[in-house]
């Protein structure tokens, strides 16, 4: 399924989502995000039975950031470079933060700008080898965003959340997975079928558990220690009526692999 600069595959309970303008390595804009929202729409829809979700870029790139092509002013004005977050980007991004199934993003190559910013969404970010991480907002007089200012000292530290940030330096894949911003590093004519894989995994899974864990990592953060054991007594909870948790019983205990439902 093509909508604008984006594509969707479905591919048995795996949808595969592209981002796709890849003259422009896949630089984003209020047209992708409008047709990355429209493929959202049947990822979301329970009638297509998606169970995981995988991103990645089309050629060369994953993301190199926004698509800067028509944004320059040249008669002195003043712009507010943050409306289109507003409008555009954060919707999404909230899309993904809430999506009740586990997110890879496979990065295939550079992750630049808001890029990185939708690479570290992934619960899984698996990268090829020769991809890189740019925070590249200092380099055009801008703050990072895309939520990249809560996102990235949480998974590498202050310290190396400032440096990235300050210094607009290439990270480059095997230095990311060294640090603990991405999980697995492959040679890149690997990254898409390992991925795939690691989806098809998720995806036969118990879907509501996972979107419970899921849920409970992203909360956890900003959750006090009795917030989160309040948290996980819910999650427990639900995840125990589910036909999942009796199929996972009945599985250990007729010691044969369990056949997960996603419900």
């Known amino acids: 399924m093509d909508f604008e600069r984006a594509r969707l595959e479905l591919e048995g309970p795996v949808a595969i989502l592209t981002l796709n303008h890849p003259e422009v390595m896949n630089a984003v804009s209020p047209e992708m995000i409008g047709g990355l929202g429209k493929a959202m729409d049947t990822v979301e829809d329970p009638a297509n039975g998606v169970r995981a979700l995988l991103i ?18 040249n008669n002195g004005g003043r712009t507010d470079a943050g409306s289109a977050l507003e409008t555009h980007y954060h919707p999404f991004l909230r899309r993904l933060r809430n999506l009740p199934l586990p997110v890879i993003t496979a990065v295939n190559g550079p992750a630049a700008g808001v890029g990185m910013s939708f690479a570290m969404m992934g619960d899984l970010v698996l990268c090829a080898r020769s991809a890189y991480f740019l925070q590249a907002f200092r380099r055009i007089g801008l703050v990072p965003d895309g939520g990249s200012t809560w996102l990235l000292p949480r998974l590498v530290g202050k310290a190396r959340a400032m440096e990235l940030s300050l210094l607009g330096e290439k990270l480059p894949a095997e230095t990311a997975l060294a640090w603990g911003l991405v999980n697995r590093v492959y040679d890149d004519a690997d990254l898409i079928p390992e991925a795939k894989k690691l989806a098809l995994d998720l995806a036969n899974g118990p879907t509501v558990s996972l979107a419970g864990i899921r849920r409970l990592y992203w909360e956890s953060t900003d959750n006090t220690y009795e917030e989160q054991l309040n948290l996980e007594r819910q999650l427990q909870r639900t995840a125990g009526n589910s036909a999942d948790f009796k199929e996972g019983v009945k599985a250990f205990l007729e010691k044969r692999p369990a056949k997960f439902q996603g419900k």
Request: include cysteine; aromatic fraction near 6%; charged fraction near 20%.
């Open 56 to 73: 990645t870029g089309e050629g060369r790139g994953f993301c190199t950031g926004a698509n800067l092509q028509g944004r320059g002013d």
